[in-house]
């Protein structure tokens, strides 16, 4: 049976509601064209869009947007000659590209934290899920040991945090991607020892947890990076798409960090 691009998106979107602002959609490619292959990444870089070409998948399913602003902007795209650039590598090759942004972020739990989970293998330590965050209680461990434990699951070299190394925590929050806002993570401090994010404003969270530190009171925050808290959920989305498209191969195309130390 041909399994087409529309039938993996309405897989995708199966269950979900999506109104009129969403940013998900099919940038590039043909609906109705028979999917050969699928790749998944959470950026479409063009390291990422090559690989997929190479790998000869002909659906890339990318979690963040092809042109630099989370909002398509019409103006900036048609006066960047790197964004031209671009767009003209993806009109040579014949490659179907579909954001999925909002659907996953909106599946029962969200997808993006629940990949994370699984990924630190924290999932029997679940106590709570809500749509922006997960609370899980884990055996008491110091934040250096919970922050060596990240870097090994992840593969991240390096991490910043906010508290005192040694403090022993045991109700962990976890939020994905820009959700450390303090909005989303302030609250939380009253009921967690250790709140794990992946980027928000320095100015917020961060001078919270300085200012509890000199109150006496143990509390520490992890930064995790915006594309290393959501990478995970999108493996596992290539995981579940595999699952339903057995006879499609689906491959998951990791995204490095993008910065380097001095």
Not at 35 to 40: D, S
Not at 56 to 71: G, M, P, R, S, V
Not at 235 to 241: F, M, Q, S
Request: aromatic letters at 8%.
């Amino acid at each position: 049976m041909m399994i087409t691009v529309q039938d993996v998106i309405d897989q995708i979107k199966e269950g979900v509601t999506l109104d009129s602002s969403t940013v998900d959609g099919l940038k590039y490619g043909n609906r109705e064209e028979e999917v050969k292959g699928i790749a998944v990444s959470f950026m479409p870089s063009i390291d990422v869009i090559q690989k997929a070409i190479d790998i000869k998948a002909n659906l890339l399913i990318t979690h963040e947007a092809l042109f630099y602003q989370h909002h398509s902007n019409e103006t900036l795209e048609k006066n960047n000659s790197f964004i031209e650039q671009k767009k003209s590598i993806i009109a040579q090759t014949n490659l179907a590209i579909y954001r999925n942004h909002d659907a996953v972020h909106r599946y029962q739990p969200d997808g993006i934290t629940e990949g994370l989970i699984e990924e630190l293998e924290w999932k029997q330590f679940v106590v709570e899920q809500q749509l922006a965050y997960s609370i899980v209680q884990i055996p008491k461990a110091t934040l250096v040991g919970i922050a060596a434990h990240l870097k090994e699951k992840l593969a991240i070299e390096n991490l910043r945090f906010v508290g005192n190394k040694h403090m022993n925590c045991e109700n962990i929050a976890v939020l994905v991607g820009y959700r450390g806002g303090g909005a989303s993570t302030i609250p939380l401090l009253d009921k967690v020892d250790l709140v794990i994010y992946g980027e928000g404003p320095e100015w917020e969270t961060p001078e919270l947890v300085w200012d509890i530190l000199q109150q006496g009171v143990s509390k520490g925050i992890i930064q995790l990076g915006h594309a290393e808290s959501e990478d995970p959920g999108m493996k596992w989305l290539a995981t579940r798409l595999q699952a339903k498209f057995q006879s499609v191969p689906v491959t998951f195309l990791p995204t490095t960090s993008r910065f380097q130390l001095l």
